[in-house]
């Protein structure tokens, strides 16, 4: 895991607006700015206008923060730099009760800040799960109104979730083997979460091919609603007397992480929203070893050829080397890569 920054580092970092905004200008102008209007490389930053360019050519003014999703915000940068930290970087993230307090803003804006960042959390492009990918279910407990120290009722919200399995030595995609035969020395990959509102068949496979791949290989219980669904590979392991966590190590692992962060951070999730926190969970989960791009991708500042910044001098990379990204020749960088796409 990557050491995540303390609030004393990043305020070392970013420690007034101007910083942040030198942040933007230079994932959005990593070359000096350069007018989309005209292509004229001279501009003024405008004291009358936050994060925005007038070009000395034709006049067009440009916003640093267009095309993210602090476009027009009337929070300062700081805040959604740090809460965008909190939540892509912090292992538990944050909650907005936590994040109002922090920051001293209305719960109502740390909330509604907390739901665009969740929202900017999902890669509309990513890919499918593949290879060897486990598959199951659990229920979660939860809350019913926003009181802390109510009780949870339970056994409500069927989580379902995936995670692919990977060859501990190589760390790739782990190769299938005939049915029943073990998988060790295993690595956990990227993992996906859905509520379904039963465990019918109908609700099981429609989430299994929208998440994996043709052709991979199932890894699940015995449960009656996985076999049939056509054009993939099913292994099941008949769990028995046998601890389930043995044959089905990761999506268990996922799901306990998911369970004590739930109840760590939230209290227990409610309902309504559940979705955009299992996007979050597996968001943070899938770039456990890519947090400082993370950072960047959460705040849609993200951009395939960065140059040297913040993230660069720090040096928190990802300890396994030469497998992600990054920093020694920043022009062929590319900022998301396959293991941490959402
Ligand atoms: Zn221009």
Redesign the pocket.
């Known amino acids: 895991m990557v050491r995540q920054l303390s609030f004393l580092e990043f305020q070392a970092w970013f420690p007034d607006e101007d910083a942040c905004i030198r942040l933007l200008l230079d994932r959005r102008w990593p070359d000096g700015f350069s ?1 989309p ?4 490389r001279s501009g003024d930053l405008l004291k009358s206008r936050a994060y925005t360019y007038e ?1 000395r ?4 003014q440009t916003s640093a923060t267009a095309g993210t999703i602090m476009h027009r915000t009337k929070l300062p940068l700081r805040v959604w730099f740090w809460a965008a930290h909190l939540m892509a970087t912090h292992s538990n993230g944050m909650s907005a009760r936590q994040l109002a307090g922090q920051m001293g803003i209305a719960y109502s804006s740390a909330w509604l800040l907390e739901q665009k960042l969740r929202r900017a959390m999902v890669n509309p492009n990513r890919d499918l799960l593949e290879g060897v990918v486990e598959v199951d279910q659990t229920e979660m407990p939860f809350r019913a109104n926003d009181d802390p120290d109510t009780p949870l009722k339970t056994g409500k919200i069927i989580v379902i979730g995936a995670v692919e399995v990977r060859d501990r030595t190589t760390g790739k995609a782990q190769k299938p083997k005939a049915f029943g035969a073990k998988y060790l020395d295993t690595l956990s990959g990227r993992c996906r979460l859905a509520v379904i509102s039963s465990n019918e068949a109908v609700h099981i496979h429609s989430f299994i091919r929208a998440n994996i791949a043709p052709g991979s290989t199932l890894v699940t219980d015995g449960h009656a609603s996985y076999p049939g669904v056509d054009g993939y590979r099913h292994d099941p392991r008949v769990v028995g007397n046998m601890a389930a966590h043995i044959p089905l190590k990761w999506i268990h692992r996922v799901f306990a992480l998911l369970k004590r962060w739930g109840l760590g951070t939230y209290h227990g999730f409610r309902p309504e929203h559940i979705d955009t926190y299992l996007n979050e969970f597996a968001f943070r989960y899938n770039r456990r070893f890519y947090r400082h791009v993370s950072f960047e991708a959460v705040l849609g500042i993200a951009t395939d050829h960065a140059p040297l910044s913040y993230w660069d001098v720090t040096g928190r990379d990802n300890p396994r080397k030469g497998r992600a990204v990054i920093r020694r020749n920043p022009q062929k960088r590319r900022t998301v890569d396959k293991a941490g796409d959402g």
């Open positions: 007018c209007k005209c292509g004229g070009c050519g034709c006049g067009r």
